[in-house]
């Protein structure tokens, strides 16, 4: 029984404009110590799918199809107490910004104290505080920094904070939104760094959600690219970096300037995203793809298998 | 690359610091002094693409508006074809506010959403009296076919909430050129921007000059993206220069422990375990009792106990055009001597 299992996921806004799909038909699984990425640039749903998995979709949003399987189990049909229970102790997610993930007015050592003693009600302020001791080590925070307040962290160590935060509770599965995009590339290494070893010693399944091809390619074991809402390629990292099959896989691959190999052209992709309130019948990418034929406009495009774990969303491929 | 063999310079920065006096509070008499930039000095070339490299908080973002004189130096020198821009007064402050321009970081910051595109990119042309009205529609057609927002009509009447992140950049990209400026400052134009977009305006800056010949100051934290773009860069840490020289040599070869700590830190599309790593920054910082010594010291993994904490390296050349701000790089002798290229002081 794999760790985590989404099953075939669609998840809609409604807006003022109308239902917007963000998310449509995404499958993936993720196993324990895993970390599996998922890239793909602003509007494409990545952060919606995080959301979803913790169940903090805003009110508007909401799942319409699909099933998301925690160890075996569908938290989409829990009752609000089972998702309480899960949440942070099944289930911990770092956020994007995490200055603003801290409460301002309380000190560091105290909320994370507070979120353990929430969770485990039995226990002693003290003991949870010796906790938080624990957590601060294993981030690399120095104690003595325990009894101060989150204006008084550097960038980084506010992200160290969230990150022990979210291990507090020995979670199984931790969803990584975009943990480091704030910080300088410095700062940036040593974090992800701390997050590949605590993933080693806790064995703890990863979902790694960035822009950042860079940083995923660097992180994840396997990769799956989203464009407009849909899953559009999945595998091996080194596969999926290394042979591309789906259209927009290489085009963002191409528009990415690097620091090693040889220097050529950028390319640009032409054109923006499709609406999601009205998503194209056919393939979404179709419209920008250098490799578009006249059937990828009418026609869903279909998953190709590639074969060891790769597959994409392109007839083409 | 079309820089001439003359090497022009358009820019030069001589011995440029920028203190920000520490603010008294309520409780406290008065605070720290901020150095944001401590006594930089390099020459910019016509026709080249210069790039500033260096994290949050280097002094970058404060050498662009110092050039443009957004800001007063507080000590230092700076100028633009050979003329000091510190002194610039009148009609003169006017026509060099012309042949300077900046783009900014955040597209959504930078344009007033209650003006049309046409008004935004207009509005140069009208303070500096340029061409008649009836013209003025012409080149802001022009400017924005030049940033690819074509065809130009469909935008002139668009207000900045229709229009996307790199759409707005590249409105912005138009406003700067509508005034057919030498030099233009962009400050880390694509941080708010996908990889897709930014890599449009990587091509927008690089045809600016490739067509235009216009010299091109680019402010980034990535060496990514300097090494696409820039002919020259130059790479700052808390204020100081520490490496300057070609955008591949410096990224291939560089030579300043805090320069390898930057390209050991940047994903390299590949598990980073395999990487072969410089391995000089530190851990844990060293203690410092002085503060006078390098300011990479505290933090250098191949630091010289003995000299480092104690004296400031200044800039000495290890290759052409290569300088570094090392004491472990060439002979010690040259570390001592200040800074010597380019022209002599006090024209």
Same mark, same amino acid.
């Given at each position: 029984m794999p760790l985590l299992e989404v099953d075939n996921i669609s998840i809609g806004y409604h807006t003022r404009n109308g239902y917007l799909k963000a998310v449509e038909g995404v499958s993936f699984v993720l196993e324990e110590g895993q970390s599996l990425g998922l890239v793909g640039e602003s509007g494409c749903g990545k952060t919606t799918i995080g959301m979803a998995l913790m169940g903090l979709l805003p009110p508007n949003g909401s799942v319409s199809t699909g099933r998301i399987l925690l160890e075996g189990k569908n938290i989409l049909v829990m009752s609000d107490e089972e998702k309480r229970r899960i949440r942070w102790r099944k289930m911990a997610m770092i956020f994007q910004a995490a200055m603003n993930a801290l409460n301002p007015v309380q000190r560091v050592g105290n909320q994370i104290a507070e979120a353990i003693l929430v969770h485990n009600p039995s226990l002693e302020k003290e003991a949870a505080l010796s906790q938080v001791e624990g957590l601060f080590d294993l981030v690399g925070i120095p104690r003595e920094r325990l009894t101060d307040y989150p204006h008084q962290y550097s960038g980084g160590m506010k992200q160290r904070a969230v990150i022990a935060m979210a291990l507090a509770c020995h979670p199984k599965v931790i969803i990584a939104d975009e943990p480091t995009t704030a910080l300088d590339v410095i700062v940036q290494d040593q974090i992800l760094e701390e997050v590949r070893a605590l993933q080693r010693e806790f064995n703890i399944g990863i979902i790694f959600i960035s822009h950042d091809i860079s940083i995923v390619a660097d992180m994840c074991h396997e990769i799956g690219v989203m464009y407009a809402g849909q899953l559009v390629e999945f595998g091996p990292w080194r596969t999926v970096f290394e042979s591309p099959a789906h259209p927009y896989t290489k085009a963002l691959l191409s528009s990415f300037p690097t620091l090693t190999g040889k220097k050529s052209d950028l390319v640009p992709i032409p054109?923006?995203?499709?609406?999601?309130?009205?998503?194209?019948?056919? $393939?979404?990418? $179709?419209?920008? $793809?250098?490799?578009?034929?006249?059937? $990828?406009k009418t026609t869903p495009s279909q998953w190709v298998d590639i074969g060891s774990g790769h597959k994409a969303l392109c007839c083409r491929s | 690359m079309n820089i001439d063999n003359e090497n022009k310079q358009i820019l030069q920065m001589r011995n440029v610091s920028k203190i920000y006096k520490g603010k008294g509070s309520l409780f406290r008499s008065s605070g720290k002094d901020v150095i944001a930039l401590n006594r930089i000095s390099l020459d910019i070339y016509k026709g080249e693409?210069?790039? !500033?490299? %260096?994290?949050?908080?280097s002094g970058k973002t404060t050498a662009g508006r110092l050039i443009v004189s957004l800001e007063e130096t507080t000590s230092g020198r700076i100028f633009l074809d050979s003329r000091e821009v510190t002194a610039l007064k009148g009609r003169e402050l006017k026509a060099f506010r012309r042949k300077v321009q900046m783009i900014f970081q955040d597209p959504y910051q930078s344009l007033n959403p209650q003006r049309s595109v046409y008004d935004t990119v207009s509005e140069p042309l009208k303070i500096h009296r340029m061409g008649k009205a009836s013209d003025r529609k012409d080149r802001v057609r022009e400017a924005l076919k030049a940033v690819g927002l074509s065809p130009p009509d469909d935008f002139l009447f668009r207000y900045p909430h229709r229009l996307s992140g790199g759409q707005r950049q590249r409105?912005?990209?138009?406003?700067? #050129?509508?005034? &057919?400026p030498e030099f233009v400052i962009a400050d880390e134009p694509t941080s708010m921007l996908d990889a897709s977009i930014s890599a449009q305006i990587f &091509?927008? !800056? !690089?045809? #600016?000059? &490739?067509? !235009? %010949?216009v010299t091109q100051m680019f402010i980034t934290h990535s060496l990514a993206a300097a090494r696409y773009l820039c002919d020259r860069i130059a790479v700052i840490y808390r204020g100081n220069l520490m490496e300057l020289g070609p955008a591949e040599e410096v990224i291939k070869n560089p030579k300043h422990p805090y320069t390898q700590a930057l390209i050991d830190a940047v994903p390299k599309f590949g598990h980073s375990k395999d990487a072969r790593r410089y391995g000089t920054l530190l851990s844990k910082d060293h203690e410092v009792r002085e503060d006078k010594g390098c300011i990479f010291y505290p933090r250098c993994a191949v630091a010289?106990? &003995?000299t480092c904490p104690r004296r400031e390296p200044g800039l000495s050349q290890i290759g052409i055009d290569h300088w570094v701000a090392c004491f472990r790089q060439g002979s010690k002798e040259s570390g001592l001597t200040p800074f010597t290229y380019g022209l002599a002081e006090g024209r």
């Open positions: 054109g923006e995203t499709p609406n999601l309130i009205n998503p194209p019948a056919g $393939c979404r990418f $179709c419209d920008r $793809c250098p490799e578009a034929q006249a059937f $990828c | 693409i210069f790039g !500033l490299v %260096g994290e949050s908080g409105v912005a990209i138009a406003r700067a #050129m509508v005034l &057919n &091509n927008i !800056l !690089l045809t #600016m000059r &490739n067509r !235009l %010949g010289d106990h &003995n």
